[in-house]
């Protein structure tokens, strides 16, 4: 079973419907004894950093969450990818999730913002199972990016500056774009993260 944590802020709907078209068992729940009965955790995500921190930890979820990341895989979406990082400079200074370290800030590019379209990702050395994805198009919406050190990039494109795609550490990842609504694409990633985390 696959858990999708609810705390309020998320296309929750969309990434459900992605992940029972192949074919699993979806659960959505803030209840942490749910969350810690699934095989995978998903957290997605739409609004500010600050917002969704708030919420989080208003349902006590934020330490369970830091705990089930070092148990299970662990998939952030968009927003959901942005809170797995140790601070959030969107509307002040917050703290994260603190799963992977780095910084989520708004983009450095001369292009306008929010960063919304299709965009061709790049893949880093080393990531074999993502390499099928070499400049495929994926849809971004977002304002602000992770980061990180090197070592963390599994994906990333260019708007006038080089953003995080894909970012992972252990089984735990993160995807700025929106996999459900990529497409063709989209589903073959989701299904390439279930792949991986086997």
């Not at 459900?16 to 959505?28: C, E, I, M, Q, Y």
């Not at 200074?93 to 983009?107: F, M």
């Not at 992770?146 to 953003?163: F, H, P, S």
Request: hydrophobic share 40%; charged share 20%.
């Amino acid at each position: 079973m696959i858990a999708i944590v609810d705390y309020g802020m998320g296309n929750v709907a969309s990434v459900s419907n992605a992940f029972k078209r192949l074919g699993h068992d979806v659960t959505l729940t803030d209840n942490v004894e749910k969350l810690k009965q699934a095989t995978h955790i998903i957290l997605p995500g739409v609004g500010s950093f600050q917002a969704a921190m708030e919420e989080i930890r208003e349902r006590g979820l934020k330490e369970p969450l830091q705990q089930l990341a070092k148990e299970k895989p662990f998939l952030g979406i968009c927003l959901g990818m942005q809170l797995l990082f140790t601070t959030g400079f969107e509307n002040g200074v917050t703290e994260g999730l603190d799963i992977i370290p780095g910084t989520v800030e708004q983009i450095d590019t001369p292009y306008l913002l929010p960063h919304i379209g299709w965009n061709a990702l790049t893949i880093k050395e080393g990531h074999t199972a993502f390499l099928p994805f070499q400049d495929k198009h994926v849809y971004f919406v977002h304002t602000f990016e992770a980061r990180t050190e090197a070592n963390y990039l599994v994906a990333t494109t260019d708007y006038g500056t080089e953003i995080p795609g894909i970012v992972q550490n252990g089984y735990v990842y993160g995807i700025q774009f929106h996999p459900e609504k990529s497409g063709e694409v989209g589903v073959e990633i989701l299904k390439a993260f279930l792949k991986t985390t086997e």
